[in-house]
C-alpha cells in the first residue's frame, strides 16, 4: 500500500481528493492537513510515503513544506497540486524537492497515476509546463523576493525593512533592483509581474 497524506486549505478540495485516492486499492490516505504546519505534524506521526500538498495554505505553504522535508531528509516524496500553471512555480517546487507538480483540472486518474510514479522514484511534472520553466529563469534573488512579496501585500518601506530586520535603504535597493530587473514602473507593477510569472 502506498501512503498518503494531503494538505489543502479548502476543506471541500480535501475531502475530495481523499475520497478519490480511497478508490485506489493500492493507495491508503493516512492523514489529512488544513495547512502546511499541521502537515509537518502528521507526517512525523503517520510516516506517508507521498505528501499530496497545494501551494497557496495557512502558516506554511506546500514549497517551504517541501523545502522543510528535504531539510530534515525525510523520505516522503512531495507532489505539489495547484492551480498556478506557471512554470516560476514548478522551478521553485523542484528547487525545493517536489518530485511532482499536478495542476487542479487534471483528469482525475492523472493524480492515481502520479502517486504511483513518485512512489517509484520518478517524477510526475507536465511536459508542456516543465518546458516553461526553463524557458525563462527566475532573475529575483531570494531577499528581493522577500521584499516584493511584502510590498505586493501594501508594507511601507519601513515596515519591510522592520520585517525583514534590514535598512530601510537595503530594502528600498532591494525592491528597486527587482522593478529593474522586472521591467517595472514601480514595486506594485514589479509586484504583479513577478506574481504572474511564479516567481513569488
Given amino acids: 500500500m502506498i501512503r498518503v497524506l494531503i494538505a489543502e486549505d479548502q476543506s471541500m478540495v480535501l475531502g475530495a481528493l481523499a475520497a478519490l485516492l480511497g478508490l485506489e486499492a493500492d493507495v491508503e490516505v493516512v492523514g489529512e492537513a488544513p495547512d502546511g504546519r499541521e502537515a509537518l505534524r502528521l507526517i512525523a506521526e503517520t510516516a506517508p510515503d507521498v505528501v499530496l500538498t497545494d501551494i497557496e495554505m495557512p502558516h506554511m505553504s506546500g514549497l517551504e513544506l517541501a523545502a522543510e522535508l528535504q531539510r530534515r531528509g525525510s523520505p516522503a516524496k512531495v507532489i505539489i497540486l495547484t492551480t498556478f500553471a506557471r512554470g516560476g512555480y514548478l522551478r521553485r517546487a523542484l528547487e525545493a524537492g ?4 499536478l495542476l487542479k483540472d487534471a483528469p482525475a486518474g492523472e493524480l492515481a497515476e502520479a502517486v504511483r510514479r513518485v512512489h517509484r522514484g520518478l517524477r510526475a511534472v507536465d511536459p508542456e509546463l516543465a518546458a516553461e520553466a526553463w524557458s525563462e529563469p527566475d532573475p529575483l534573488t531570494d531577499r528581493e523576493r522577500q521584499a516584493l512579496r511584502l510590498a505586493g501585500e501594501g508594507l511601507s518601506t ?14 528600498r535597493n532591494y525592491l528597486s533592483e527587482a522593478a529593474s530587473k522586472l521591467g517595472a514602473e514601480n514595486r506594485v507593477e514589479a509586484a504583479r509581474i513577478a506574481r504572474q510569472k511564479g516567481w513569488l
Avoid: P
Fill in 158 to 171: 519601513a515596515k519591510i525593512a522592520e520585517r525583514l530586520y534590514l535598512s530601510v535603504g537595503t530594502v
Fill in 98 to 101: 517536489a518530485a511532482g507538480y
